[in-house]
C-alpha cells in the first residue's frame, strides 16, 4: 500500500497521504528485449504534489481562511490532474471530519479514493457525520478485505460495533502478536472496568538478577485519585518478576496519595514519594530517577492500562540486544467507554508509539542527563530525540507496532487535550510545542550537542522553551517587538540579531515575532542565530494567543504574505 508523507512542523513528524503520479518501473525483460514493431508509450508524467501537501499543513497551522479556498480550487477534475484533486480532497476530508465541518466534508467525499486505507477511513468518517452508520461500515469492511493487517483500519471497524467488539479487535492485534489476549472475568463498561491479573504476591524464592534485572517504573501522579488504583493494579499485575513502583505525587492535594498507600499494603514493590510543591510530570519523573535502583528504568502514566506482558516484552528485547539503549511499546487512546481516539491529527491512525513507556538502560542517564522538567508537555518526544541524536536512531527501539501494550485514558483535562498546549499546538504556527520542537531539533543538530551533555535541567538552557510549556507568567508589555522572518537563513535574521544585541545591551526588554515569509517556509526552522539569543534570554519568542503592548514594533526582512493566521499574537504599540 503506497502511503506518502506530509510534512509538520520540522520536518520530525509527518502524515501519510497517498502521491500518485509515479509510474510503476518497466519490467526488467521488457528492457531488455524491446519489441521492434511498435513504439514505447511515453511515459506518465510525474505529478508534483508538494503544493497541495503544503496547503494542507496550513489547514492544520492556522491558516485554514487561505489554504481552505486553495485547495477547494483543485477539486475540479475538468483543469486538474486525478492526483492533485485527490490530495486536496484528501486534506480537506481529514480537516472537515475533525472540526465537524458537514458541509466540507460532503463536498469531497467523491473525491476520495477508498481503494487507500487512510482515505477510505476519511470517507467512513464522513459518512458517520451525515449519520450514515451501514456506508461507514461497508467502505471500512471493504478496504480491512483488502489490507487485512492494518491495525488501524480493523481498530475503526471495531469502533462502529459494540464494546465487545473493541475489545475483540484489541485481543486480535495482541494475539497476532504473539500476545495474551484480554482476560475477561467479569463485565466491562469503562475504562476502569479494564482486567487485571490476580492480586500481587510476594515470590518464595529470591529473584536471580542476572536472569531477571530489577526494572524502576516510575508514576507521576497529579490529581489521580480517580484513575491511579487502575492504573497501578495494571502495574502490580505485570509478569515480570523484578519491580521497583515509584510514585511520585505531585502536590496535587487530592485523596492519590491515600489510594496509593492503600495499594502499597502487602506490595513491597511499590512506594509513595511526595513533591512539596507541583513540578510538573517531568519534574516528577527526574524525582523519582533520583531514587531509582533498577537497571532498567521505565515510566508509566497515571491514567493509563498496561498489558500484563508490556514490562516483560521490553526487558527480553533489551537484554536480547545490547546495542539497543532504549526501547517503547505501542498504545491505543480511548475515552471512559473504550471508544478509540486518533493518535495524530489524521483520523487515520489509532495506534501509535507511546514515548510514555520508554525504558531506558539507567546508565544512559549518566550520559545524556534526566528528561527536561522546566517544560509541562512535550519533554518526551524531546527525551527520545536526544537519545538518537546521541546514540543514533537504531538505538532506540519501538516494539509491537500493531500491538497496543498501553490503553491510555483521553480527557479533556489531559494536557496533551490543551489547545494551548496539547499535541494541536504542535501543528499550530505558533504553537508552544512546535516552537518548543523546533528549539530542541536546532540543538539536537548543533555542534555543542555533544559538549552540553550531559545536560542538567538546573543547568543554563542550551535551548529556549515557550513560557507556555514552563508556566511562566508572560509579561504583557516589551520594549521592543522584532517581526519577520527569523527562519534559517533568512535574509533578516542579520538585522533581527543585530537589533536585539542593540537593544538588549540597552537594557531593553525584547520579543521576536517570527513570520514566515509563504507557505514553502512553514516548516523552515528557526536560524541557529536566533535560537541561541532566545537560550541566553535576550529576547523571548511570541506564543499563539498572546497579546502584547510595546513601545517600538521593528520590521526586519521582507514582509509575509500568509495574511491572517488564526492564533497569532497580537501586538499594539504604544509609544511614550
Known amino acids: ?50 503544493p497541495v501537501h503544503r496547503l494542507g499543513d496550513a489547514l492544520w497551522a492556522g491558516l485554514a481562511a487561505v489554504a481552505r479556498p486553495a485547495l477547494e480550487a483543485r477539486l475540479a477534475p475538468v483543469t486538474e490532474p486525478a492526483e492533485v484533486v485527490t490530495a486536496a480532497a484528501h486534506h480537506l476530508g481529514a480537516w472537515a471530519v475533525v472540526h465537524g465541518e458537514v458541509h466540507l466534508a460532503e463536498a469531497v467525499a467523491d473525491h476520495l479514493d477508498i481503494s487507500a486505507a487512510d482515505q477510505a477511513v476519511v470517507a467512513a468518517r464522513i459518512a458517520r457525520l451525515r449519520g450514515d452508520e451501514g456506508g461507514a ?71 536471580d538478577p542476572t536472569v531477571n534485572p530489577l526494572v524502576t517504573v516510575i508514576v507521576p501522579a497529579y490529581r489521580a485519585a480517580a484513575t491511579i ?92 540486544h545490547p546495542d539497543v539503549v532504549a526501547n517503547a511499546t505501542h498504545l491505543v487512546r480511548v475515552d471512559e467507554h473504550l471508544r478509540f481516539q486518533s493518535h495524530g491529527r489524521h483520523p487515520y491512525k489509532l495506534v501509535g508509539k507511546n514515548t510514555a513507556s520508554l525504558m531506558v538502560r539507567r546508565e544512559i542517564f549518566s550520559v545524556v542527563g534526566p528528561w527536561d522538567s522546566a517544560v509541562r508537555g512535550g519533554a518526551d518526544f524531546e527525551f ?28 479533556e483535562t489531559s494536557l496533551t487535550s490543551s489547545a494551548t498546549t496539547g499535541m494541536r499546538s504542535l501543528w499550530r504556527l505558533y504553537g508552544a510545542r512546535r516552537q518548543y520542537l523546533d528549539a530542541f531539533s536546532t540543538w539536537h543538530r548543533s555542534e555543542r550537542f555533544p559538549r552540553d551533555l550531559p545536560w542538567q535541567p538546573d543547568a543554563p538552557r542550551p535551548f529556549p522553551a515557550p513560557l507556555a510549556l514552563t508556566g511562566g507568567n508572560a509579561s504583557t508589555f516589551v520594549d521592543v517587538v ?24 540597552a537594557g531593553r526588554s525584547l520579543a521576536l515575532w517570527h513570520e514566515p515569509p509563504d507557505l514553502a517556509h512553514l516548516d523552515t526552522g528557526l536560524d541557529p542565530a ?47
Open 384 to 411: 527520545v530525540k536526544r537519545l538518537e541524536a546521541r546514540f543514533g536512531g537504531p538505538a532506540i527501539a519501538h516494539l509491537l507496532r500493531r500491538a497496543p501494550l498501553t490503553l491510555s485514558l483521553r480527557h
Open 1 to 50: 500500500r503506497d502511503m506518502a508523507r506530509r510534512s509538520l512542523p520540522t520536518r520530525i513528524l509527518r502524515r501519510l497521504v497517498p502521491r500518485r503520479g509515479v509510474p510503476p518501473a518497466t519490467p526488467t525483460a521488457a528492457r531488455d528485449t524491446p519489441d521492434v514493431g511498435t513504439v514505447a508509450p511515453e511515459p506518465a508524467p510525474v505529478v508534483d504534489l508538494e
Open 482 to 505: 522584532v517581526r519577520g522572518d527569523l527562519s534559517a537563513g533568512a535574509s533578516g535574521v542579520g538585522d533581527a540579531v543585530t537589533q536585539v544585541v542593540r537593544a538588549a545591551g
Open 229 to 320: 488504583a487502575h492504573s497501578l493494579a495494571s502495574l502490580q499485575a505485570q509478569t515480570y518478576p523484578h519491580l521497583q513502583i515509584i510514585v511520585v505525587e505531585d502536590a496535587g492535594g487530592d485523596e492519590t496519595a491515600e489510594i496509593v498507600r492503600q495499594r502499597a499494603r502487602g506490595d513491597v514493590r511499590l512506594s509513595l514519594v511526595r513533591q512539596p510543591v507541583n513540578r510538573g510530570a517531568y519534574g516528577a519523573r527526574n524525582a523519582g530517577l533520583e531514587r531509582a535502583t533498577g537497571a532498567f528504568v521505565t515510566v508509566h502514566d497515571a491514567d493509563d492500562w498496561a498489558h500484563p506482558q508490556r514490562i516483560d516484552r521490553q526487558v527480553r528485547h533489551l537484554l536480547a
Open 530 to 576: 536566533i535560537v541561541r539569543l532566545l537560550a541566553d534570554r535576550r529576547a523571548r519568542l511570541l506564543s499563539a494567543g498572546e497579546q502584547v503592548r510595546c513601545q517600538n514594533l521593528i520590521n526586519v526582512g521582507r514582509p509575509s504574505a500568509l495574511g491572517v493566521v488564526e492564533g497569532a499574537p497580537e501586538v499594539t504599540v504604544v509609544p511614550w
Open 137 to 207: 461500515r461497508a467502505v471500512l469492511a471493504e478496504v480491512a478485505a483488502r489490507y487485512p493487517d492494518d491495525a488501524h483500519v480493523r481498530l475503526h471497524l471495531a469502533d462502529l460495533g459494540s464494546l465487545a467488539d473493541r475489545l475483540a479487535a484489541i485481543d486480535a492485534l495482541l494475539v497476532a502478536a504473539a500476545c495474551d489476549p484480554l482476560r475477561i472475568t467479569r463485565p466491562v463498561a469503562t475504562f476502569a472496568d479494564l482486567p487485571v491479573l490476580p492480586t500481587y504476591r510476594a515470590p518464595r524464592e529470591a529473584v
